[in-house]
């Protein structure tokens, strides 16, 4: 039986956000890849493309005023997602962004997208809410955080 669903190859190169309704580019971070960080089939891992989101959106977090230790408003994903578009493979070192999407009253969405030098190797779309850890449950966006993010 055919698959119904093609893969379709990426053949431009493309140096604008990935997402059309993300805003600039908040924060980036280069990272090597580890030895560790790759598979049975030589290429990375795909959890460790988590992980790369994760390093960059803790990192913009903190630059951004978002404490997440020792408070009890905490930001705290809640929806993430990676659409993979080409194999990484050791030896290499990603660039990570990281930019905002829609401020909703309690979710802020973030679109990440993940280099290899000039090529988009993946690009990942995750929901963060902000969360009274006491209450456990989901707040309002803190104001001051807000306006960090509208700044466009």
Excluded at 117 to 138: F, H, P, R, Y
Aim: net charge neutral; hydrophobic share 45%.
């Amino acid at each position: 039986m055919e698959s119904s669903k093609q893969v379709v190859p990426q053949t431009r190169n493309v140096t604008a956000p990935y997402f059309a309704n993300s805003g600039p580019v908040m924060h980036e971070v280069m990272m090597p890849v580890r030895w560790g960080d790759m598979d049975a089939f030589a290429h990375v891992n795909n959890t460790i493309y988590f992980r790369f989101m994760e390093q960059c959106r803790i990192e913009w977090f903190l630059k951004i005023g978002a404490h997440i230790e020792k408070s009890d408003v905490v930001p705290m994903l809640v929806g993430a997602d990676c659409r993979f578009i080409r194999a990484i493979k050791h030896p290499a070192t990603v660039r990570v962004t990281i930019a905002v999407g829609d401020v909703g009253p309690k979710v802020v969405q973030t679109f990440h997208e993940i280099w290899v030098e000039d090529t988009l190797c993946a690009v990942g779309d995750c929901k963060i809410v902000w969360m009274s850890q006491a209450a456990n449950k989901a707040i309002a966006l803190p104001e001051e955080i807000r306006a960090r993010l509208m700044v466009r």
